[in-house]
């Protein structure tokens, strides 16, 4: 028998913005919603992480302890925790557990820090939790290194000396065997999570900086973004970039981008000219332009089960927006 021809993708449905928050008292830096899909976390160079209701953008708790900025926030796979990487060159850890509870233990004021992760010797900027386990975490920063933390002790069990200049990104593969770092040097490597060895050099160009890299969903592939108006789909297995997406601006800042699975498969993410873009992840076509910052975008989230978008602006926004598509 004939394979039958892959079903045609459903009509693309628009998102809307419903909501608008001012959770922090300067740039937004990071949004995250949970895995568990029932909290948005924002980061703020305030210092401030909020943690955000994901249909009202109402404030459930804030955490407090950082000294400087917060550039980067990761969750356990499990929700409970919650990791954010800062220029104070420390990582938190918080135990989100009874803000999730609900009632009398979610008091918005109680202090949630139960690890702060200490070696780096300038701004952290990126943290991601091993999908695998709560208890691994790898972060990068400007000291050009990637360190893999035992989140239980809180101890460095591993520091790379990754790149010549700082690292932009860190993200673990979904079943933690390898992490992929980005960096201003304009490459891209693979880290063999156990031993630390550099097992490929996806990328090695000295210009433009590489300004994010992940894995997607399914392991095959890694999102690059680079400060040149760029975002690449590449085959990390041969190093081939297969698609290329663009129309957006990216030449200062580090902007997190976002792969979308609940409705269609999408490529999200914010611009420097204070839009979110939605690009069809096979096509590489932009679907649609979310407008309603005042600022360069330089997070979004995509929300684990529902057709909802979390985007955050820089210090002239503030806001945190929700955007959602019409069911």
């Known amino acids: 028998m004939s394979q039958q021809p892959a079903p045609p993708p459903p009509p693309y449905r628009p998102y809307r913005q419903v909501r608008t928050a001012t959770p922090h008292s300067r740039a937004v830096s990071c949004v995250r919603f949970s895995p568990c899909g029932r909290v948005l976390a924002t980061a703020s160079l305030d210092g401030t992480i909020a943690l955000l209701s994901p249909s009202s953008l109402a404030v459930i708790a804030v955490l407090r302890g950082h000294t400087d900025g917060v550039s980067d926030l990761t969750w356990s796979t499990d929700s409970f925790y919650l990791c954010s990487a800062s220029d104070d060159r420390t990582l938190r850890i918080w135990d989100i557990r009874s803000a999730l509870a609900g009632g009398a233990q979610a008091d918005p004021a109680a202090d ?56 932009t990104s860190v993200h673990f593969i979904r079943d933690g065997s390898i992490i992929v770092s980005g960096s201003h040097d304009g490459s891209c490597k693979i880290w063999d999570t156990k031993t630390g060895a ?17 894995f997607s969903p399914n392991g095959k592939f890694i999102l690059v973004a680079a400060l040149d108006d760029s975002l690449k789909l590449c085959n990390f297995a041969t190093g081939k970039f297969l698609k290329v997406y663009g129309g957006h601006m990216n030449r200062v800042y580090c902007i997190q981008s976002a792969f979308s699975v609940t409705n269609g498969k999408y490529i999200v993410s914010g611009s420097e000219d204070n839009c979110v873009y939605i690009w069809d992840l096979q096509g590489r076509n932009i679907l649609q332009k979310l407008e309603g910052h005042t600022d360069t975008v330089i997070s979004a989230s995509c929300h684990p089960t529902e057709n909802k ?3 955050g602006g820089l210090d002239n926004d503030r806001t945190v927006r929700l955007w959602v598509q019409d069911s």
Do not use: Y
Not at 198 to 207: A, E, N, P, Q, S
């Open 309 to 311: 978008i979390a985007s």
């Open 198 to 214: 550099c097992l490929k050099t996806v990328i090695d160009d000295k210009k433009p900086a590489v300004s994010f890299a992940m």
């Open 112 to 167: 949630r820090c139960v690890r702060v992760l200490k070696g780096h010797t300038n701004f952290v900027f990126s943290a991601n939790f091993n999908p695998q386990t709560s208890s691994q975490i790898a972060s990068g920063g400007f000291d050009c290194t990637v360190r893999i933390w035992d989140a239980k002790s809180g101890r460095c069990a591993r520091t790379i000396d990754a790149h010549s200049e700082p690292v």
